[in-house]
C-alpha cells in the first residue's frame, strides 16, 4: 500500500502544527497556566474517541442486519481507533486535573462516565481479541457496541445534568480567538490520524478474513 | 497461550495499571470553570513535561500505526501467494 508514507507523513506534519499552535501561537490561560494546553488534544481526542465508538455502532447495526463480514471488520476498526483516542483522553485528562485540582482524578461524573464507557468498548475489544472469530462472538460483540455507544449521550450531558467539576462547553463560547486558532487545527491533524489508523485497522482485519476464506477454499480443493 | 495473546494481556494491565494511581486519589470539592482567560504571563519551561507527554503518546500511536502496515504488507504477500496457488489448483483440476 503506498498512501500510508503520504498518509503517515502529511498526518504527523500535521501534528507537528498543532503542536506549534498549541505551544506556541496559544495564549497562557489566566488561572490553568501551561495545563490548559493540554485542552488542544484532550478535547478533540474526545471527539475522535465518540466518533469511533459511533462508527463501531453503525458498523455492528449494519452487520447485525445483513451479516457481512466487512460490516464486522469495520466496527472492529472503528472501535479499535475510539479506544486509542479513549486512552489518550483517559491519560491527559489526570495531567490537567493535577494541575487544576490538585489530584489525578475525580469521581466525578464527566470522568467516570467516560470512563465506563472506554470500559464497555474495551470488553468488546477484549472479547474479540480473545474470545475467538466465531459468529457467535461476532453477534455477542455487536450486540455489546449497540448498547455501549448510547452511553455517549450520558458522558456529554454528564456535566450539565449532574453538575460536577469538569470544564463545561468552553468550546462554544468560552474561548478566545486566538485559542479557537490552535483548537480547530488540532481536531483537523487528529482526524487525519482517525483516518489513518481507521484505513490500516479496517484493511488489516478485511485482509485477514480474505486470507482465512482462500485457505478455506484451498483445503478443500485439495481435498477433492 | 500465544505471544500475541500475552502481549494483549501485557497491554490491557498496562493500561488498567497506568490508570489505578489515578482511581485512588481523593478530590477537593471545586466549583466548575466554564471559560478560560488568557493571560500574557509566559512558562515556556514549566510545560516542557506535556512536550514529553504528548511526544510519547503520538510516539506509540504512529508506531501502532507503522506496525499495523507493515503486518498489512505481509498479510497482502501472503493473500497474493495464496490468490496464485489458488488459481493453480483451480486450474488443475478444471
Known sequence: ?224 | MTVKTMARAAAVSLGLALLAPALAQDAPPEAAKTAFEKTERLENLRYRHLWIAYGTIWLVVFGFAFRTWQRSERTAKELDDLKSRLADLEGRNG
Open chain 1, 1 to 224: 500500500m503506498k498512501l500510508f508514507p503520504v498518509m503517515a507523513v502529511v498526518g504527523a506534519a500535521a501534528v507537528a502544527a498543532a503542536h506549534y499552535l498549541t505551544f506556541i501561537v496559544a495564549p497562557m490561560e489566566r488561572t490553568m497556566g501551561a495545563a490548559q494546553r493540554i485542552f488542544y488534544f484532550h478535547v478533540p481526542s474526545a471527539w475522535l474517541c465518540y466518533l469511533g465508538f459511533i462508527l463501531g455502532f453503525v458498523g455492528s447495526i449494519v452487520y447485525l442486519y445483513n451479516r457481512k463480514a466487512k460490516a464486522d471488520a469495520f466496527a472492529l476498526a472503528a472501535v479499535e481507533v475510539g479506544l486509542c483516542f479513549g486512552l489518550i483522553v483517559l491519560l491527559t485528562g489526570p495531567l490537567w486535573a493535577r494541575a487544576a485540582w490538585g489530584v489525578w482524578w475525580k469521581w466525578e461524573p464527566r470522568l467516570t462516565s467516560m470512563a465506563l464507557l472506554f470500559l464497555i468498548f474495551a470488553a468488546y475489544w477484549v472479547l474479540r481479541s480473545f474470545g475467538g472469530r466465531g459468529e457467535g462472538v461476532r453477534r455477542f460483540a455487536a450486540v455489546l457496541a449497540v448498547f455501549g455507544a448510547p452511553n455517549i449521550l450520558f458522558v456529554h450531558v454528564a456535566v450539565k445534568k449532574w453538575r460536577g467539576d469538569h470544564p463545561d462547553m468552553v468550546v462554544s463560547n468560552g474561548l478566545t480567538s486566538d485559542m479557537r486558532l490552535a483548537l480547530y487545527p488540532s481536531l483537523l491533524a487528529l482526524l487525519i490520524v482517525f483516518f489513518l489508523l481507521l484505513h490500516l485497522r479496517y484493511r488489516a482485519h478485511r485482509d485477514a478474513l480474505t486470507v482465512q476464506a482462500i485457505r478455506r477454499r484451498l483445503a478443500r480443493l485439495r481435498g477433492i
